[in-house]
C-alpha cells in the first residue's frame, strides 16, 4: 500500500486548507485511516480518524470544530479538511492506514502505513 497525501501551502490565520490523501496497492486492506502532524521541536500528535466505512470519526480537541476527516471509498481517498486555521497549526502533515480494527476509530494498534508528509504554514 503507498498512500500519496497533497494539498499542502501557505495560507493566513484564519484561512481553509483541504489535504487528500491517496492509496495505491492492496488497497482492499485499509480500513482506519488517519491524519497526523509533527511541529518543529514537537513529538508527533494524532489529529482525526475515521472508520473504514466513514461512519466513526475522531478528532482531537485542537482541531475540534475546526478540523473535519471524510473519506471516498470509491477514490480510494480521505480528506482532511481545515478551516480557522491557526499558527500553531503548522506543522508536516501526515496520513496513515491501519489493516486492523476497521469500526474502531481510536486504537493503540499502530498504523501500518504513511504517506510521505505535506507541509501545512500558517501565518499570522
Known amino acids: 500500500v503507498q498512500l500519496q497525501a497533497s494539498g499542502g501551502g501557505l495560507v493566513q490565520a484564519g484561512g481553509s486548507l483541504r489535504l487528500s490523501c491517496t492509496a495505491s496497492g492492496n488497497i482492499f486492506s485499509i480500513n482506519t485511516m488517519g491524519w497526523f502532524r509533527q511541529a518543529p521541536g514537537k513529538d508527533r500528535e494524532q489529529i482525526t480518524a475515521?472508520?473504514?466505512?466513514?461512519?466513526?470519526?475522531y478528532v482531537a480537541g485542537s482541531a475540534e470544530g475546526r478540523f473535519t476527516i471524510s473519506r471516498d471509498n470509491a477514490k480510494n481517498t480521505v480528506y482532511l479538511q481545515m478551516d480557522n486555521l491557526k499558527p500553531e497549526d503548522t506543522a508536516v502533515y501526515y496520513c496513515?492506514?491501519?489493516?486492523?480494527?476497521?469500526?474502531?476509530?481510536?486504537?493503540?494498534?499502530?498504523?501500518?502505513?504513511w504517506g510521505q508528509g505535506t507541509l501545512v504554514t500558517v501565518s499570522s
Open positions: 496513515a492506514a491501519r489493516e486492523s480494527l476497521p469500526n474502531v476509530v481510536l486504537a493503540s494498534t499502530p498504523y501500518d502505513y
Open positions: 475515521i472508520t473504514a466505512n466513514g461512519d466513526g470519526t
